[in-house]
C-alpha cells in the first residue's frame, strides 16, 4: 500500500471543500459589497459584470479549449496557452455582455427592485459557470470511475502488467455511466446541492460554482485527487455562511 497516495487522497476530501468553501465567502462577500450593498445596485452590476464574465472565460478556457487540445496531442507553449485562454475570456465577455444588454434597464426604480434586474445579470452568469462546472463535475467523475477499470484490463491484457494504454471504448462506457446516473439519481443530489443547504440565488449560485471549477481545475493541475461533488458542496457551504450561520441547513450538512 502506498500510504503517502493514500494520505493525500485523504487529504483532499478535507481541502477540496474547504477551499472552495473559503473563495466561495470570499466572493459572494466581494460581490455583496461592490453591489448589493451600494445605493445604485444596478449601475454597479454594469460595472462589474465584464470582469466576473472575464473569470469564467478563464476557467473556460483553461478547462475546455486547453484539456480539450491536449486530446489532439497539441499542447501549446506557455505563452500560446496564456494567449488562448485571454482569447476565451474576451470571447465570454462579449457573449455574456451582448446577452446582458438585452435586460430591461433597472436604474429608475427604487432600490430593492433592483435586485431582481442584478439577479437577472447573474443568471446569465450562471449560463457560463454552469458549463465550466459541468465539464469539471463530468471529466473528473468519469476518470474517477474509469481509473480502477482500465487498471484492470490493462493487467488483463498486459499479463499482469499495467500499461498507459487502454480501449477507446472505456470512456464511451464512463460517459454512458454518468448520464445514466444523473437520469436516475440527478434530481436528488441537484435538489439538495442547490436548494436544500441554503437557499441560492444566482449570484449566490455563481460564487459557488466559479469557486468550485477554480478549485477543481487548481487540484487537476497539481495532481491532487479531487471529488467534484465534495468542491460543489463546500462552496455552496462557503456562499451560505457568507450569510451567516442561521442560513444553513445544518441537519442536511451532517
Known sequence: VHWH???KIA??????PTIAGIVAYLLFNTIRRSIFDTSSPSRCARRFTPIYLFLVGVVLGDMTVLKGLAHFHLVPSFYAAVLI???TAFAVVVMGYT????IPNADNVK????YEYVEKLFAVLMIFTACAMVFAHGSNDVAIAMGPIAAIISIVENHGQISNTFPSWI???GCV????????????????VGSNITALTPSRAFAATLASAGTVIISTSLGIPVSATQTLVGGVLGVGLARGLGALNITICR
Do not use: C, E, H, P
Request: overall charge positive; charged content about 15%; hydrophobic content about 55%.
Open 171 to 173: 470512456l464511451w462506457f
Open 85 to 87: 485562454t485571454i482569447l
Open 111 to 114: 432600490r430593492y427592485l433592483q
Open 5 to 7: 497516495n493514500v494520505g
Open 11 to 16: 487529504a483532499s476530501w478535507v481541502l477540496s
Open 177 to 192: 455511466g454518468v448520464v445514466t446516473g444523473l437520469i436516475m439519481y440527478g434530481r436528488k443530489v441537484i435538489a439538495t
Open 99 to 102: 446577452i446582458m444588454k438585452k
